[in-house]
């Protein structure tokens, strides 16, 4: 790459991903070809010289780019002709309906898109177009007033008000909290540790491992048919979940689907068409309990369940 922004670009954009906790749902190689586009086309404007004026097109692209309607071409190189380019488009046109909500072309893979065939999906690029719509104008506000007092990691931290239940971790047992957008104080000392004598008594340093993303994965794996788990992989100290919308709805009595169900209050002896509803106490009392060890509380925003 001739430009000597598109990495701190890449990192910023990767960065904020990961903020809103939307990392697990865009893949990074999807970011860089997005970030590739704003300096291979940059019409009406220039490549960006610097990261803050490349993180800003970012945000425009996600806030304008019709994923549904347009396919997003990235020629690499140059390598894809113009006859390439048709060709693409009209493929799009014709199959759009079985290509990924996020299409992504370039030379070498100009009818799959590979990167984005399991994220994101419509919902997360919604969601993404929503978020960068509120931190492009944040920024866009902090030029025009020339707000000496604006605090950057604001547009680094996520609203919390969508999800319906917050896992808060213990800090302690984040390795990377150093990486956290709001942590003022790390102490970034290098530890020496003498050599290791296998005597028993010494603690063997474990290297690489995160519990916090064995965590994600493994509430993932028990709960994917009930929820989405969302949090920042670069010190996030909470764990947002949001409950799939037919979760949240009567299910008739089946005894080979009782799943994380149980008997509303208000059924009597008398009823014979029983219909069951999630049990949202016993699924946070589980995220407690596979959470052990890391979790310091659940909480859980009861008034926005209603069954219907």
Same mark, same amino acid.
């Given at each position: 790459?001739?430009?000597?922004?598109?990495?701190?670009?890449?990192?910023?954009?990767?960065?904020?991903?990961?903020?809103?906790?939307?990392?697990?749902?865009?893949?990074?190689? +999807?970011?860089?070809? /997005? *970030?590739?586009?704003?300096?291979?086309?940059?019409?009406?404007? =220039?490549?960006?010289?610097?990261?803050?004026?490349?993180?800003?097109?970012?945000?425009?692209?996600? /806030?304008?780019?019709?994923?549904? !309607?347009?396919?997003?071409? *990235?020629?690499?190189?140059?390598?894809?002709?113009?006859?390439?380019?048709?060709?693409?488009?009209?493929?799009?046109?014709?199959?759009?309906?079985?290509?990924?909500?996020?299409?992504? +072309?370039?030379?070498?893979?100009?009818?799959?898109?590979?990167? !984005?065939?399991?994220?994101? !999906?419509?919902?997360?690029?919604?969601?993404?177009?929503?978020?960068?719509?509120?931190?492009?104008?944040?920024?866009?506000?902090?030029? /025009?007033?020339?707000?000496?007092?604006?605090?950057?990691?604001?547009?680094?931290?996520? $609203?919390?008000? $969508?999800?319906? *239940?917050?896992?808060?971790?213990?800090?302690?047992?984040?390795?990377? !909290?150093?990486?956290?957008?709001?942590?003022?104080?790390?102490?970034?000392?290098?530890?020496?540790?003498?050599?290791?004598?296998?005597?028993?008594?010494?603690?063997?340093?474990?290297?690489?491992?995160?519990?916090?993303?064995?965590?994600?994965?493994?509430?993932?794996?028990?709960?994917?048919?009930?929820?989405?788990?969302?949090?920042?992989?670069?010190?996030?100290?909470?764990?947002?979940?949001?409950?799939?919308?037919?979760?949240?709805?009567?299910?008739?009595?089946?005894?080979?689907?009782?799943?994380?169900?149980?008997?509303?209050?208000?059924? =009597?002896?008398?009823?014979?068409?029983?219909?069951?509803?999630?049990?949202?106490?016993?699924?946070?009392?589980?995220?407690?309990?596979?959470?052990?060890?890391? *979790?310091?509380?659940?909480?859980?925003?009861?008034?926005?369940?209603?069954?219907?």
């Amino acid at each position: 790459m001739l430009h000597g922004s598109f990495s701190s670009t890449c990192r910023l954009a990767k960065r904020w991903i990961a903020s809103q906790l939307l990392s697990d749902y865009v893949p990074d190689v +999807a970011v860089e070809l /997005i *970030v590739a586009q704003l300096y291979l086309s940059p019409f009406p404007f =220039t490549p960006p010289s610097c990261p803050q004026v490349g993180f800003l097109r970012f945000l425009h692209l996600l /806030i304008n780019h019709d994923w549904k !309607t347009v396919p997003f071409i *990235v020629n690499l190189g140059e390598d894809l002709k113009k006859e390439e380019i048709a060709e693409i488009h009209n493929l799009f046109l014709e199959k759009r309906h079985f290509l990924p909500p996020m299409f992504i +072309a370039i030379s070498y893979d100009k009818s799959e898109s590979s990167f !984005t065939k399991e994220n994101p !999906t419509y919902q997360i690029i919604h969601r993404l177009r929503v978020l960068a719509e509120a931190t492009r104008n944040a920024l866009e506000n902090q030029l /025009i007033t020339k707000n000496i007092q604006f605090n950057p990691k604001v547009v680094f931290r996520p $609203p919390l008000e $969508p999800y319906d *239940v917050i896992i808060h971790l213990d800090a302690g047992k984040i390795p990377n !909290t150093f990486m956290g957008v709001d942590i003022e104080s790390v102490d970034h000392s290098v530890k020496h540790f003498g050599k290791y004598t296998n005597t028993g008594r010494e603690a063997l340093p474990v290297i690489g491992y995160d519990p916090i993303r064995h965590y994600v994965k493994e509430l993932k794996d028990v709960f994917d048919d009930m929820a989405m788990f969302f949090y920042d992989a670069y010190g996030g100290c909470c764990i947002a979940v949001l409950f799939k919308p037919q979760i949240l709805k009567r299910k008739q009595f089946k005894i080979s689907e009782t799943k994380a169900l149980m008997v509303p209050d208000d059924v =009597t002896v008398e009823d014979k068409n029983i219909k069951l509803i999630p049990n949202i106490r016993a699924i946070i009392e589980d995220f407690k309990i596979i959470g052990r060890g890391l *979790v310091v509380d659940v909480e859980a925003k009861f008034d926005r369940f209603n069954f219907d």
